[in-house]
């Protein structure tokens, strides 16, 4: 049985259990995680007769190759997906269907209903991503990869530093060094912030240059064909400052403490809470103004959410980000981020660049 098989199968249990035998799959990327199809507007009809894939004729080869075996359904040019989703529908006698509501515009709901109306048309929150929170070896493997290219990609970059670049300069090598390393991409717009700057989570790179500041914060991922990896780094071009090395020093424990607490059993908010308590117990409670983590597969962000009010149990096999951060406005931030693996024994770090501050002179 091939990995999406199993996957369609688990999903088939999921909807007995919501009292459901058919689901229209329109989120794209539940759509790939289902089939391994990794086109575009295509949709997945879940019936109890099998999965049919509903597409275009820009696709077909590339369906037959990626997902051969499936049934599939190809509109012309002068046909509608609504009137392909129409068509299949009433040729399977379908009666009663799920839709995937956190993605489903209301513009398609009601035109499914206008053009179907003896179908009850049923909203469902989370099936799949339900599913993909827990990874099988496969996933792991090539989210691993995909560490292995960000950290290799990292080490050149940084290692060929001038002050003369800008964020943005750097932040395109860094795209470069990813791709010489086998990756698609990167995982998501790389994050690479000159001092001061670092204090902004999501700061996009600008012509701000290296040598402004004596730190830089890089937060970056690479994509390896399907699945991410992200990860936070500082990286010191000038004097590590007792200042710098005070607040990283918090953050560095907050995050050695929390990755001690990932374990089977504990829940999203009993993570955050140690890394939490780490940073307000220096007195930067107040500077730490995010969730300790994500989920991360074929998304940089997805289920599961590692902080307050989460009451998600971790379960083996799930892939989350732990990433602290302290933001102080005007001075600089400082963020360390790795990709964990929850175990059936506790845990294991997928990221292995260096943690530690290496004072690097730039040029």
């Given at each position: 049985?091939s990995?999406?098989?199993?996957?369609?199968?688990r999903?088939?249990?999921?909807?007995?259990?919501a009292?459901?035998?058919?689901?229209?799959?329109?989120?794209v990327?539940?759509?790939?995680y289902?089939?391994?199809?990794?086109g575009?507007?295509?949709?997945?009809?879940?019936?109890?007769?099998?999965?049919?894939?509903?597409s275009?004729?820009?696709?077909t080869t590339q369906?037959?190759?990626?997902?051969p075996?499936?049934?599939l359904?190809?509109?012309?040019?002068?046909?509608?997906m609504?009137?392909l989703?129409a068509?299949?529908?009433?040729?399977?006698?379908?009666a009663?269907?799920?839709?995937?509501?956190d993605s489903?515009?209301v513009?398609l709901?009601d035109?499914?209903?206008q053009?179907?109306?003896k179908?009850?048309?049923?909203?469902t929150?989370?099936?799949?991503e339900?599913l993909?929170?827990?990874?099988?070896?496969?996933?792991?493997?090539?989210?691993?990869?995909a560490?292995?290219?960000?950290?290799?990609?990292?080490?050149v970059?940084?290692?060929?530093?001038?002050?003369?670049?800008?964020e943005?300069?750097v932040?395109?090598?860094?795209?470069?060094?990813?791709?010489?390393f086998?990756?698609?991409?990167?995982?998501f717009?790389?994050?690479?912030?000159?001092?001061?700057?670092?204090?902004?989570?999501?700061?996009s790179?600008?012509?701000?240059?290296?040598?402004?500041s004596?730190?830089?914060?890089?937060?970056w991922?690479?994509?390896?064909?399907?699945?991410?990896s992200?990860?936070t780094r500082?990286?010191?071009?000038?004097r590590?400052?007792?200042?710098?090395q005070r607040?990283?020093g918090v953050v560095?424990?907050?995050q050695?403490?929390?990755?001690?607490a990932?374990?089977?059993?504990?829940t999203?908010?009993?993570?955050?809470?140690?890394a939490r308590?780490v940073?307000?117990?220096a007195g930067?409670?107040?500077?730490?103004?995010?969730?300790?983590?994500?989920?991360?597969?074929?998304?940089?962000?997805?289920?599961?959410?590692?902080?307050?009010?989460?009451?998600?149990?971790?379960?083996?096999?799930?892939?989350?980000?732990?990433?602290?951060?302290?933001?102080l406005?005007?001075?600089?931030?400082?963020?360390?981020?790795?990709?964990?693996l929850?175990?059936?024994?506790?845990?294991?770090?997928?990221?292995?660049?260096?943690?530690?501050?290496?004072?690097?002179?730039?040029?």
């Amino acid at each position: 049985m091939s990995h999406h098989e199993a996957r369609r199968q688990r999903l088939c249990r999921l909807l007995r259990q919501a009292d459901l035998a058919t689901l229209l799959v329109t989120d794209v990327t539940n759509v790939t995680y289902l089939t391994g199809f990794t086109g575009d507007a295509s949709y997945l009809l879940v019936t109890p007769d099998g999965p049919i894939v509903l597409s275009d004729r820009r696709f077909t080869t590339q369906l037959e190759d990626e997902c051969p075996g499936l049934n599939l359904e190809i509109r012309g040019p002068g046909t509608t997906m609504l009137e392909l989703v129409a068509k299949v529908v009433r040729r399977a006698r379908l009666a009663r269907i799920g839709v995937e509501a956190d993605s489903m515009s209301v513009g398609l709901f009601d035109a499914l209903g206008q053009r179907l109306l003896k179908v009850a048309w049923v909203r469902t929150s989370g099936l799949v991503e339900r599913l993909r929170m827990i990874k099988d070896r496969e996933e792991t493997r090539r989210i691993r990869r995909a560490a292995w290219q960000a950290r290799r990609g990292f080490e050149v970059v940084r290692a060929s530093l001038r002050p003369e670049q800008t964020e943005a300069q750097v932040a395109a090598a860094l795209e470069n060094q990813l791709r010489l390393f086998g990756a698609k991409g990167v995982g998501f717009p790389s994050i690479v912030a000159v001092g001061p700057r670092s204090a902004l989570p999501h700061a996009s790179p600008t012509s701000a240059r290296i040598g402004a500041s004596d730190f830089t914060l890089f937060d970056w991922g690479a994509n390896e064909g399907l699945y991410v990896s992200d990860l936070t780094r500082i990286v010191v071009t000038g004097r590590i400052s007792p200042k710098l090395q005070r607040i990283y020093g918090v953050v560095l424990n907050a995050q050695t403490a929390a990755i001690a607490a990932v374990r089977p059993g504990a829940t999203c908010a009993e993570v955050d809470a140690v890394a939490r308590r780490v940073i307000s117990r220096a007195g930067y409670g107040s500077a730490f103004g995010h969730g300790l983590g994500h989920g991360i597969g074929l998304q940089v962000h997805e289920a599961p959410r590692l902080a307050g009010g989460q009451d998600t149990v971790l379960r083996p096999g799930m892939v989350v980000t732990v990433e602290p951060g302290i933001y102080l406005p005007g001075w600089g931030g400082v963020r360390i981020e790795d990709d964990v693996l929850v175990t059936r024994t506790g845990f294991r770090v997928l990221t292995n660049a260096p943690r530690h501050l290496i004072e690097i002179q730039a040029g």
